[in-house]
């Protein structure tokens, strides 16, 4: 990604440097730039005191290295060479807190920090990504004329802005990739369904990807997975598919275990996104499923298998159906998102623009979707949502898409296909549209065991009640017992 977000740079007409500790890698981004007609502005250097003084001052250094110690070790060798003014980029995925012990420890020896999060992998580098910068304000102004035409150009403008103080940047993007597990859970679990349930073939869950792209689906991962669904095996003379290969075990690089953490921690629901990382941890299990499997099958309980449409299925109307369901699914997961993004803000006092960020997602990013109009349009409208789900086009959406979404988690559980993330997301749903839910009960249980009181809807103040004999002080030993 450094190395391509240094040729979009380039090629926008700015003169840049580049450093890598590694000479190698140095060496190709030249022959690169050299290859592209670039080489008129983009220096290498395999000196990093020679790299330092090579930029104009004051000095704007980007940054894109793993995260963690590998970063700090970065800024404190660039320190060495560094003056008042200068500014340090870090482009990585990064926590937010580190980014805002990084600041002060950078603003002591009179240098401006960003911590900005890039998104569109590395093509998005090259092409035109989404930037998040947050932090210095000032270090923004400066660079916010090289940054708007580097990144992803859509009608309502660059795919850039500034974020807000501290680690807002950071945490943004964060967020971001938490969405994005979810997007690609949700997917997944469709093509499960269209499989698996509906018996489809490759050729015609390609066939409907791409008619799910041209309507309200369109987004990034719908097309990319159009593209994966029909490409045939290279390597294999069989006229095979290569999805059909791939070791089902997913990786990951931490962000979205970090969102559902933080969801955790500022007790904002995030059910959608947690099923997506659970998924994840269980694709990893791949030899415990497959020796499962076999005892299960012992048993007389096989496994969801796709050999052709299960019995009643219409093709046609599963297929309109999933479409619905995925996006209602998709819709929530965003909500809760958004609404987690705000929850820190309000907690850090960043005072964070949700339609600005939907606004800088709508391009370069893996998250890009058409919707993200109306999501912006929707905070646009009213700043205080308090959540997607009772914006009305969406509420009226979520209404039409309702029994649909319903008929596909029955098909799929009735076949044995999991579906974590869209019965999630229906949960959710179904939880946030009831205007009372069983958590009475629940609270009544730790008034019984643990003394934690109780609200009425009838009376003012907090309660206790001795419940049964059991609830004496010498019967029950987990009185002080908080859960």
Not at 21 to 45: I, M
Not at 264 to 274: F, G, N
Not at 303 to 332: E, M
Not at 397 to 408: M, Y
Request: proline share 3%.
């Amino acid at each position: 990604m450094g190395q391509n977000l240094a040729l979009n740079v380039a090629e926008k007409g700015f003169p840049i440097s580049v450093y890598n500790r590694s000479a190698d890698k140095t060496d190709g981004c030249v022959n690169r730039a050299e290859k592209e007609g670039l080489s008129s502005k983009l220096r290498g250097y395999k000196d990093l005191k020679e790299f330092v003084e090579s930029i104009e001052k004051p000095r704007h250094i980007i940054i894109l290295v793993k995260a963690g110690a590998p970063v700090d070790a970065t800024i404190e060798g660039l320190s060495q060479f560094l003056e008042p003014g200068d500014c340090i980029v870090d482009g990585g995925n990064e926590w937010y807190e580190n980014t805002e012990r990084r600041m002060k420890e950078v603003q002591e020896k009179g240098l401006l920090y960003l911590g900005m999060g890039v998104s569109g992998g590395e093509e998005g580098a090259r092409n035109g990504p989404s930037m998040m910068p947050g932090g210095s304000e000032e270090a923004y102004k400066r660079i916010e004329d090289i940054l708007k035409p580097v990144s992803a150009q859509t009608d309502t403008g660059a795919c850039v802005t500034y974020v807000g103080k501290g680690g807002a940047g950071n945490f943004v993007k964060m967020v971001h990739n938490g969405i994005e597990y979810g997007d690609m859970q949700l997917i997944s679990e469709a093509y499960d369904i269209l499989k698996t349930v509906g018996g489809l073939t490759n050729e015609e869950m390609h066939a409907a990807f791409v008619e799910w792209n041209k309507a309200e689906l369109e987004s990034y991962l719908i097309e990319i997975s159009s593209y994966i669904l029909e490409k045939k095996d290279d390597q294999k003379d069989d006229n095979s598919f290569l999805v059909d290969k791939i070791l089902d075990k997913t990786g990951m690089k931490g962000t979205g275990k970090w969102t559902v953490q933080q969801a955790a921690e500022l007790s904002v629901a995030a059910p959608t996104i947690a099923s997506s990382l659970d998924s994840r941890f269980l694709s990893g299990l791949k030899d415990e499923r497959v020796a499962a499997e076999a005892v299960f099958k012992s048993k007389g309980l096989a496994p969801a298998d796709s050999k052709g449409p299960a019995p009643g299925i219409d093709k046609k109307q599963l297929i309109d159906d999933v479409r619905k369901a995925l996006y209602a699914s998709k819709v929530t997961s965003y909500a809760q998102g958004m609404n987690l993004i705000r929850a820190k803000s309000n907690e850090q006092e960043w005072g964070l623009n949700l339609g600005e960020m939907a606004r800088i997602w709508k391009g370069g990013c893996i998250i890009r979707a058409a919707f993200l109009d109306r999501i912006k349009q929707a905070y646009d409208k009213d700043a205080n949502l308090p959540s997607l789900l009772v914006d009305g086009e969406f509420a009226s959406e979520l209404v039409d898409k309702e029994q649909a979404w319903r008929r596909v988690i029955v098909a799929a559980v009735n076949a044995g296909v999991s579906t974590p993330s869209m019965s999630s997301s229906l949960n959710y749903f179904d939880t946030y549209r009831r205007g009372r839910c069983p958590a009475n009960l629940v609270q009544a249980q730790r008034d019984f065991f643990g003394s934690h009181t109780y609200e009425r809807m009838d009376m003012e103040g907090w309660h206790h009640t001795l419940w049964s004999d059991m609830n004496s002080a010498d019967s029950i030993t987990t009185s002080g017992y908080t859960n």
